[in-house]
């Protein structure tokens, strides 16, 4: 070569030249070659400018043309009114969802209120049509029950609707976007004017112009695609109109640095890169701007049809989503404030009977992060198979850290905070494949919680099965660390068979707004919780309880934890249900028990407990639960009906073995308050007082086999080592105390009544030091062995002695009377709360019970109205226990803009509710820092006559979005509607 160059001369270097430039272009046509974007059109540029438009004409005058070129993409603010909807409804929104066409006209926007408006109409009543609406994505209500009058009716900000005379039923919805934005392409540049590919349909003299690489970058992906290279993006800030899709590629997308290569897609909607189908896709060094954060998140509600819906989507932007994609790599990728999921997968996904070639399968996140986004920060959306979230970030999460209705999922090595609960499961189906496949199958490792913002923990529920969470750190949490739950909704399984090992929960929280919660909480079958710490710093805190274990929970082990300074150390609890619809004497459907897989159980031969309050009223035995139409039936018949409260347990025991726990410094240090059974098991564990104020090491409520236990130190005043209570049938419980040894306690046993001890098997228990000899030693008073029982707080509702007027003012009322008032002072585990405050006051006439309350306001604090407990506002709980008058709980909530609804999910029904709700009625006032409210509650027609009824179990709370303070009357340990721990009101006659 060399010689022939030398020899032939120029001819010769052509010839090389255009040799090289055939291999260099040959070369760059091959797989994994790049494509730079710049080279196709995208500008990269945050350069904007304002301008003047001119109706219908395509020529704007800019003020400064900047870095824009021909054949680029522009977005223009202000000069492009449109109005674009859709009709929901009136049954499951998202199968029912079609173009509004002319359903509903709409007039009056200007653009002068805002660039984009999102406005959602629902109907919410029938004969006469009425219909709800907001104007901020369903955070508030504007209006409820409006009346349509089928002419035009005036919304916000200058908008008019006029619905069409068709038939309209409550759960349609309405949903229209109104934007002023002109998406367009330039054509033409002269001086200082452009000339757009589409005119502009209004005259303006303040549009802004803004770069829109949309179209430029969607060309080179489409151009790599067909050539089988990949894409770079320089360091640039790339503007979106909309999403950027990738379809059935093979294909990696990488920017020159994550922090300086920005897609932005603020002023559009839908994801920034949208993935379908395809294999071996990368996506690299990338960060996604939305327009939505936390502060201004979507609501979500229940339509008036009964149906869920998530109003995210009416204004929606994503980082990245996908479907059906295979091995996919997310890395070095960082979204900010997006409005619906961070990143989203769904798709085919592999069945028991099929096995689909584009199935949504082999996915990782690696170092990414999710940042002040108002949704799920990740949603691997029904079965997809192999996510894995590696060493990400998740620092503002609306919904969930992660939401996983998946198979095989890692969630590995994350640091998350200020974000909802990583789930594990959440597969709302009952499904063959779930049986044959199952779902939910997670490791959830080396994962740091820190208790900043929302704690949403990790949760297992619906569905979920082999699951291990193992060496977590939870840092000053303020919220439930671990919920293995077997809570089902109708469409969902019980989730079980989890391993909770080695991990250390700080449940310290010393700021505003201390939460109630639990260390790890188990009502899953098939659970192991082992070799944990869990601890509060310094004193014990009464809001904590560090295990709670559940029936009707069965084949539980916990075993070898360390629990510190808690209000609780470990609890056992019961489960309740109540009964939704009688079929026949034997058969009925009710609302709290986990619906069972077909394989399981199927609770034959469980005991259930008929309550009437918190008294036993009668036992019966489930004869089978049918999992098909999630019947119960009984043995024998029995005369029930809808409202009708129980318990079940299992009728030889839960198979609980719990052992070798450390449990110390705790207020209430162990409580088996459930029904157990022979084959419940507390033994080889260490109880001892520590530092706290604690009454009795071991309360024993249930039947329970307590052996091995060294049980020291309990030597206040009114202490004991055991303290034995009947169980829940009022029974003397025949257990088995075995080998104990109860040490330097002021009481070694404590009965609740007379012949507990003796009814019990005792064999090799030690007393050291307890009694007489501890008393003697330090000279304490005698302990009584009587148990006082604490009555339940009582609001009086006399008559009233003339009618009032329902206005919000409460100058009627003697408010001032402290025999007549409650006060809300204390949250709802009873810890005391400076400020702000609440009082209440109640009566009754022939019909109705009336109550007014009135709520102090934190300084400098504008109260936000919010229905469905989305603002400020007053809850009022209630029911009747008394026998032949059990009903259902009762749920009211009204906020500061003078509206209210009644919710159903304790147990009364969409009817009662409905009823409750239509015949209410509620008024507010407000005032320099305090606000008051007035209710008519129609009991009457609930069928609870004022005449008969003597008490209501009955609560009221308040929420303060001012440092999301919530104030109990009656602390529950829980919910506040949780009636049956609150307190009463007596209806005077």
């Known amino acids: 070569m060399r010689k022939l160059l030398s020899n032939e001369g120029g001819w010769g270097a052509a010839a090389a030249a255009l040799l090289l430039l055939g291999m260099a272009t040959w070369a760059g046509a091959q797989p994994g070659a790049w494509l730079n974007v710049r080279d196709v059109g995208a500008s990269g540029s945050q350069f904007e400018t304002t301008a003047t438009t001119a109706e219908g004409s395509n020529r704007i005058t800019v003020a400064d043309v900047g870095d824009f ?19 929901w409804g009136p049954g499951e929104p998202y199968g029912s969802q079609k173009p509004l066409g002319d359903a509903v006209e709409i007039r009056g926007y200007d653009g002068g209120a805002g660039s984009w408006l999102v406005y959602l109409l629902e109907v919410d009543g029938a004969n006469p049509v009425t219909f709800r609406w907001s104007d901020d994505v369903a955070r508030t209500w504007k209006g409820n029950k409006v009346p349509v009058t089928f002419d035009w009716q005036a919304l916000s900000n200058g908008v008019e609707v006029r619905f069409k005379q068709q038939e309209w039923q409550p759960g349609h919805m309405v949903t229209f976007s109104a934007r002023d934005q002109l998406v367009s392409r330039i054509e033409a540049v002269e001086g200082s004017v452009l000339t757009l590919k589409d005119p502009a349909h209004r005259a303006a003299t303040d549009a802004v112009v803004r770069h829109n690489d949309q179209l430029a970058l969607q060309a080179a992906i489409d151009q790599a695609i067909r050539e089988k290279r990949n894409v770079y993006f320089p360091d640039g800030h790339y503007r979106l109109a909309g999403s950027l899709n990738i379809s059935k590629a093979a294909i990696t997308i990488e920017g020159q640095s994550a922090e300086n290569v920005v897609l932005d897609i603020s002023d559009g909607s839908g994801p920034c890169f949208a993935l379908y ?47 059906g994609t295979q091995r996919v790599l997310i890395e070095n990728c960082h979204a900010y404030r997006m409005a619906s999921e961070a990143f989203y997968a769904q798709g085919p996904y592999r069945s028991s009977t099929s096995d689909p070639e584009q199935a949504q399968k082999q996915l990782t996140y690696l170092r990414c992060s999710v940042t002040d986004c108002a949704a799920n920060a990740f949603n691997n959306n029904d079965a997809g198979e192999n996510t894995s979230v590696l060493y990400c970030r998740i620092d503002g999460a609306g919904w969930h850290a992660a939401e996983m209705p998946a198979r095989f999922m890692r969630f590995i090595g994350n640091y998350v905070r200020n974000s909802g609960p990583v789930t594990i499961g959440d597969m709302s189906h009952r499904t063959d494949d779930l049986h044959n496949l199952g779902c939910g199958q997670a490791i959830i490792e080396d994962n740091v919680f820190e208790g900043i913002g929302r704690c949403g923990g990790i949760a297992v529920n619906h569905g979920s099965g082999q699951v291990v969470i193992r060496n ?42 201390a939460a109630g919660r639990n260390g790890i909480q188990v009502t899953a079958s098939n659970a192991i919780v082992a070799n944990n710490q869990i601890y509060v710093r310094g004193g014990a805190d009464p809001r904590v309880t560090g295990i709670r274990i559940a029936e009707p929970a069965l084949n539980v082990q916990v075993h070898d934890n360390l629990i510190r300074n808690c209000g609780t150390g470990l609890r056992t609890a019961r489960i309740g249900s109540s009964v939704t619809e009688v079929i026949d004497p034997q058969t009925f459907v009710e609302n709290g028990l986990p619906l069972e897989w077909r394989t399981s159980h199927l609770y034959r ?103 091995g236990n060294h049980i020291s130190g309990f030597d206040g005043p009114d202490a004991a080592g055991l303290a034995l209570f009947p169980d829940k049938l009022g029974n003397l419980p025949t257990n088995a105390y075995r080998e104990n040894v109860i040490e330097r306690c002021t009481q070694a046993v404590r009965e609740a009544i007379p012949g507990l001890w003796e009814a019990a098997i005792r064999q090799g228990n030690e007393v050291i030091g307890c009694g007489a000899d501890l008393a003697k030693a330090s000279a304490r008073p005698e302990i009584s062995a009587t148990v006082q029982t604490v009555e339940r707080p009582k609001l009086r509702a006399p008559a009233l002695p003339k009618p009032v007027k329902v206005d919000g ?43 007014a309350v009135r709520c102090t306001i934190p300084k400098g604090h504008k ?15 209630f029911r009747c226990a008394e026998p032949g008058l059990s009903t259902p709980i009762f749920l009211l909530w009204g906020t500061t803009d003078g509206t209210f609804n009644s919710s159903p999910q304790k147990g009364a029904s969409a009817e009662q509710s409905g009823l409750l709700e239509t015949k209410t009625t509620y008024a507010v006032q407000l005032a320099e820092g305090e606000w008051s409210c007035e209710w008519r509650i129609p009991l009457k027609a609930l069928g609870l006559d004022p005449g008969k009824v003597r008490t209501l179990l009955f609560n009221v709370g308040y929420r303060c979005l001012a440092g999301d303070v919530w104030l109990a009357w009656v602390p529950t340990g829980g919910a506040i509607c949780e009636v049956d721990s609150g307190g009463e009101l007596t209806i005077d006659r």
């Open 605 to 707: 031969d469980w005991n259930v407990v008929w309550l009437a309050g918190d008294k036993p009223l009668g036992l019966s035995v489930i004869e089978a639960f049918d999992p098909e139409t999630l019947r119960f039936r009984l043995r024998e018949p029995r005369e029930t009906k809808v409202g009708d409260r129980f318990e079940v347990f299992p009728p030889s025991g839960p198979n609980w073995d719990l052992r070798g726990n450390t449990i110390t410094g705790c207020n209430v240090p162990v409580v088996l308050d459930s029904y157990g059974g022979e084959t419940a098991r507390f033994r080889d564990n260490v109880i001892s007082r520590g530092g706290a104020d604690a009454r009795n090491a071991i309360e024993v409520r249930g039947r329970f086999t307590l052996a």
């Open 863 to 877: 109260p936000t109205p919010g229905l469905n407990w989305q603002g400020d506002g007053i809850e009022v709980s």
């Open 69 to 87: 070129r021909v054949g680029q993409g522009v977005i223009v603010s202000r000069c492009n009114i449109r109005v674009t909807g859709n009709l």
């Open 809 to 851: 003012k409460l100058d009627e009322w003697p408010m001032a009377d402290t025999k007549r008032t409650m006060t809300l002072a204390v949250g709802p585990v009873g810890e005391p709360i400076a400020e702000p405050r609440a009082f209440a006051c109640a009566a009754h006439d022939a019909d109705n019970l009336y109550l």
């Open 472 to 513: 977590n750190l939870f840092i000053n949490y303020n919220g439930t660390a671990i919920n293995a739950s077997s809570y089902t909704v109708r469409t969902s399984y019980p989730s079980n068979t989890v391993t909770i090992a080695d991990n250390i929960i700080d449940l310290t929280y010393a700021g505003e707004g």
């Open 277 to 323: 189908g395809g294999t071996e896709v990368t996506l690299r060094n990338f960060r996604m701007v939305g327009h939505t954060g936390l502060a201004e998140a979507a609501g979500s509600f229940r339509t008036s049809s009964g149906f869920g819906f998530w109003a995210c989507a009416l204004k929606g932007c994503n980082a990245v989503t996908m479907s």
